[in-house]
């Protein structure tokens, strides 16, 4: 069983930075793409970025490219999400999540899920 928690979320104004980490644990997460969704009030849970396992390769939905990064420190087993110039719309719960799924990038692929940390940006 991998076991997935996030840390690093709080309330920030708009054109702030936050920094996300995911910290891995239990079963190894080798060969996993690692990725993070975020779930706003009355919205479905929507794909933010991921990174494969085998060739480190980052991949983002079109809202938060060029505003977000996303990385991984295998050694540590840990996932990061720096996010710079945080909009309104940008508020949400984050969470880290696991696939076998190399591209993966829709909910259902993910098996493999935290309990979410909360990020509020206040206009």
């Known amino acids: 069983q991998v076991h997935l928690v996030e840390s690093g979320g709080g309330l920030v104004q708009a054109g702030d930075s936050l920094r996300l980490s995911c910290a891995a644990s239990?079963?190894?997460?080798?060969?996993?793409?690692m990725g993070w969704f975020r779930q706003a009030p009355g919205k479905e849970r929507e794909f933010v970025a991921a990174?494969?396992?085998?060739?480190?390769?980052?991949y983002y939905a079109d809202s938060v490219k060029g505003r977000f990064t996303v990385s991984r420190d295998k050694g540590q087993n840990t996932l990061f999400l720096q996010m710079n110039n945080l909009k309104h719309e940008d508020t949400a719960v984050y969470y880290c999540?696991?696939?076998?799924?190399?591209?993966?990038?829709?909910?259902?692929?993910?098996?493999?899920w935290g309990q979410g940390t909360q990020v509020t940006v206040s206009s």
């Open positions: 999540a696991a696939t076998p799924v190399e591209y993966g990038a829709h909910r259902y692929e993910y098996n493999h």
């Open positions: 239990g079963r190894t997460i080798s060969g996993y793409t």
């Open positions: 990174v494969t396992w085998r060739g480190s390769t980052t």
